[in-house]
């Protein structure tokens, strides 16, 4: 007798046996014409440039863990939606399941919601801007000049 | 169950306290937080035992004893930071509000009734643990402390969440007490997986309090961590760990003692031989108290292999004599390690800090003596009565009176080396000239000598 561990391992084996055996019979079926265009890495239609070991800005990480907080917080979401609205537990109390329910939500949410605040005030969301730097030339000759030049040459030519 | 809703809520409240300009309003704070948790863990002391949250928690006046050793600890040590708000890089609000969130986690650990509980405890104390591990950012030791510690304490915990899966697999409950009644019912017909995964969630329990074949990053974390963090880990993490081998064996496998005797009373013959002659080499102060805490998880591991009427009893009187004489060890070494550090950078933590100390400062060479006799375990100090208690649970156990031997003997070696430090205290010489103490220091180390020597004179006083 199989126990249940025993099921998801059958489950296992046939997954990999199923995608072995499909590849192996597209393998054999499929004509083999390869060309640059085909073995280039698929990145969504453009064309893959540079190496994938570059470093990232550690600005992206903690962007992504803030992320990942609010994404398992979606997760969460889902399964109480689901007590949440359940007719059944609503009748028994006379509605005040629902509000029961929201309200431990609401405590969960605003917990997470305050970590988000603290990070936003510790200036953690800040994107700082890279400045351009500018040429600047040192030169004697005040910058007004060549207006000035200008302004009266281009009168000159309208003259003449 | 109040003080972990009261824990959460102030951890949040103390992080953003530290919106403020002044940054000495933390430590007293944070005090206050433990302190009024200390009093909430008493509230249902004379309604206990209690299933609370959907019988996820658990809370008798065992679990209550234990948390109060966790929070008593968590005060002394958080006494002990005063002066790492000076650092400009340091985040205090941070590693305050990460303590306090840790000791939610101890106390979930300390009353679960449910292996997710379980989980969730040993989770949140531990990556309360790492961060704070890590929390000294500039210092290369600190960097490598932590990011050992996670790694290694990552696969404990993997390996200990698959034993829970299996222990589900072959129950059908993460519930302790179902579990107790599989095991009750089926005496004859149990799973095998219900075996194998008791065996793992042993592992990943007995790899966070640092028993002796998953001991190996102990040393390491213990050298690389911040002082006050090292006492923090090294008094509520084991604490806390003990309490909940001691909830699980005892909660749902005292049906299979048969089975699960034997491994642990071998780990233990190990964990107190490794423990107490690795600890002889060392000649950094942090090293050896590593090494010590290794055999102190030895002797603890002791009774809980006895598993008697008496074992919850010595277990929490040892916890807590081990947790005194810790907490005013390591604040005489910080102590003694911030004036030596601003003289020179090398060795601030081998034993020759303290050569001399008995001239330059007696009351702190009192406390550290005080404080070693008590982890060696003679008379008149609370550690005593600890390996007291525990050698009593195993003579009542009866068959298991080698083990016994091996452990006197073992707490003899750990005589040599903590008598090293005594030495160097009073019979060396060093530098000259008084040493400061600052007030708060002072306090924290007279309030834990003073109880210690208190217990060691009535232990009858806690019961």
Redesign the interface.
Known sequence: MLSDFGVIFLFIITAIAFIAVALTIARLVRPHRPNVEKLTTYESGEDPLGNANVQFNGRFYVIALIFVLFEVELVFLFPWATVFGQASLIAQTDGLWGWFALAEMAIFVGILALGLVYAWAKGYLDWVRPQPKLPAVKSSVPADLYGKVNKKYAQKTKSV | MLSIILLSIFG?VV??LG?QKSKNILLPATLLCIAIAFAANFVHWNDAPGLYFKEMLFENRLTMSFSAIVLLSAFLVVALTRGFADDEAAQPAEYYAIILFSLVGAIMMIGFDNLIMLFLGVEILSVSMYVLTGSDKRNLRSNEAALKYFLMGAFATGIMLFGIA?LY?ATGSFNLTDIRGYVGTNSFSI?T?LYVGLLLVLIGMLFKVSAAPFHFWTPDVYDGAPTVFTAFMSTIVKTAGFAAIYRLLSGSFEGIYNFWWFTLAAITILTLVVGNITAVYQQSFKRMMAYSSISHAGYLLLSLTAMTAQTPDAIVFYSLAYSLATVSAFGVLMAVAREKSVQSHENAEDFEAFNGLGKRNPLLAFVLTVSMLSLAGIPLTAGFWGKFFIFGTIVERGNLIWMLIVAILMSAVGIYYYFKVIIATYMKDGETGALRVPPFYRIVLIVSTTLTLLFGLIPKLLS
């Open positions: 949040i992080l953003f919106f299996l697999g799973s997986l």
